[in-house]
T-cell receptor
């Protein structure tokens, strides 16, 4: 079973920042937070991951709360191509990825 | 650098036939994972392989399903005597050996299996 809770769907206006929340209240000290997205039945695409510090790359930023019980994925300037299902996953070393049902993000023109 | 390749992209089988799905990992990757996605559901882990070894097959059905990753050639997911419930998208992912088990997995485009 997935160890995370995400809203089933969200809308965001094109050009605005999309903030996707994730709750992982039972996360263990050795577990990382990963984000993947799946665009219309394609293979999932890795976005970002982190342990406790905030992380940023060319795709997104990941904000993890100090108690590590929740996190937020931020897409700074959403485009129509960002419409996808976003999966938040907690994972320890050598563990498999366990996908939940994710958040279906729709970018509105 | 080519990404993860899967073939065929679409496969149609009749009940009772065998299905063979192939996955070529990214160059330099020696870890392969197989996932299954039923319509409107998230991906479910099936099996994790390294070259010539099955590391974790906890998600594999006990019967009819097998996987291999030989020293040479692609990884193969084999489904014997397919049933309609096997209809799904099967995704393969690969990751490099360096960095251990926390490396991100790179996914292929998937094989969509339809059982008639």
């Amino acid at each position: 079973d997935a160890k995370t809770t995400q809203p089933p769907s969200m809308d965001c206006a094109e050009g605005r920042a999309a903030n996707l929340p994730c709750n992982h209240s039972t996360i263990s000290g050795n577990e990382y937070v990963y984000w993947y997205r799946q665009i219309h039945s394609q293979g999932p695409q890795y976005i970002i991951h982190g342990l406790k510090n905030n992380e940023t790359n060319e795709m997104a930023s990941l904000i993890i709360t100090e108690d590590r019980k929740s996190s937020t994925l931020i897409l700074p300037h959403a485009t129509l191509r960002d419409t996808a299902v976003y999966y938040c996953i907690v994972r320890a070393l050598n563990e498999k990825l366990t996908f939940g049902t994710g958040t279906r993000l729709t970018i509105i023109p | 650098n080519a990404g993860v390749m899967q073939n065929p992209r679409h496969l149609v089988r009749r009940r009772g036939q065998e299905a063979r799905l192939r996955c070529s990992p990214m160059k330099g990757h020696s870890h392969v994972y197989w996932y299954r996605q039923l319509p409107e559901e998230g991906l479910k882990f099936m099996v994790y392989l390294q070259k010539e070894n099955i590391i974790d097959e906890s998600g594999m059905p006990k019967e009819r399903f097998s996987a291999e990753f030989p020293k040479e050639g692609p990884s193969i997911l084999r489904i014997q005597q397919v049933v309609r419930g096997d209809s799904a998208a099967y995704f393969c992912a690969s990751s490099p050996a360096i960095g251990g088990g926390l490396n991100e997995q790179f996914f292929g485009p998937g094989t969509r299996l339809t059982v008639l």
